[in-house]
């Protein structure tokens, strides 16, 4: 397998000049196509490679699965994240499915707003929504959607979604995954298999997710410190792993109970066996200290890591 990485972003000026020529063709070809990650095999783009402050202008966090030019999964939709879904080119009536880690603003606070887009679109079958259950700090994927879209919800003006009335109109359907440490597959659909686990993240309820499509599969940790023990079973073999480097080595406290440092991030993708790891929900704390991060990870990991930028296309072949 060789697994690629393409981005949109703009080259450093350093660049020769007929490498920049060729990127300016590439990203004109793409955008005619209307897919900025082409349209062939298997495709995981980073919407949002940043973390909740706005100063790290990144988008929050959020991907896309891409097979054959067709977006598929959504997983996340942090602030910011609905403008990048624009323009990856994708479209919400060609989803299948939209999975949430947790409900941390900077994972979910762009959902309203890439549905109020789909209103604008053709979408006539429903679309499944999973992440995980609730407790006295988080609302449930569920409540989410209602506290959104219900009767009583911020934005009830919407509520058709939830219960259509209007033939032609789509429904949202939300479930929540009750996951422990050994993977659960709570989604199949036209060699589309999607399975989670529960992982550790502070107090609130939160899932890591893989997707597995076309013989590919790709594993999102979300947020979490890496204690669970599920999170290496979810990823074994995965082909890419997507870890959130959120804190740098030495984190103590609150971030250490929330985040994974780069040492555990490398223990995970080593005893998991992924084939590539990318870095994303680059924060402050973090952005600017890659050498010493790769420096811990490699102390374990020994495959190929990136670190993450918004748009990125990162194609399995
Ligand atoms: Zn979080």
Redesign the pocket.
């Known amino acids: 397998m060789n697994l690629q990485r393409f981005s949109r972003q703009s080259p450093p000026r350093s660049f020769p000049l007929y490498v920049l020529s060729f990127l300016l063709i590439s990203v004109f070809a793409q955008s005619a196509a209307g897919q900025s990650c082409g349209t062939h095999g298997v495709v995981a783009q980073v919407l949002g490679s940043g973390g909740p402050e706005l100063q790290d202008k990144r988008a929050s966090s959020s991907y896309l699965i891409w097979e054959d030019g067709r977006p598929r999964v959504l997983v996340d939709a942090g602030g910011g994240s609905a403008l990048r879904f624009g323009q990856s080119g994708a479209q919400m009536s060609q989803l299948d499915v939209i999975l949430f880690t947790?409900f941390?603003v900077?994972?979910s606070a762009d959902f309203p707003a890439l549905i109020k887009s789909s209103w604008f679109e053709d979408r006539k079958r429903p679309l499944p929504v999973y992440g995980p259950p609730g407790n006295e700090y988080m609302p449930s994927t569920t409540e989410f959607v209602d506290d959104l879209f219900g009767d009583k919800g911020a934005y009830r003006y919407l509520s058709e979604l939830l219960v259509p009335t209007e033939q032609g109109s789509y429904k949202i359907q939300p479930h929540n995954v009750e996951a422990g440490s050994t993977p659960v597959e709570v989604f199949h659909d036209h060699g589309l298999s999607v399975s989670a686990v529960h992982v550790i993240?502070g107090a609130?309820p939160a899932l890591a997710w893989r997707v597995e499509i076309d013989h590919k599969s790709i594993v999102f940790s979300g947020?979490t410190n890496g204690d669970d023990p599920g999170l290496v079973r979810l990823a074994q073999n995965a082909d890419l792993f997507i870890a959130h480097n959120a804190v740098p080595e030495g984190a103590e406290g609150i971030e250490r109970r929330?985040h994974m440092p780069p040492s555990v991030i490398g223990q995970i993708a080593a005893a998991a066996h992924v084939k590539m790891l990318a870095l994303s929900h680059r924060m402050l704390r973090t952005l600017g200290q890659e050498d010493q991060t790769l420096f811990q990870i490699k102390k374990s990991y020994s495959g190929p890591v990136v670190f993450a930028n918004d748009l990125d296309c990162f194609s399995m072949k």
Request: net charge negative; aromatic share 0%; proline share 0%.
């Open positions: 947790h941390h900077d994972h993240h609130v947020d929330l």
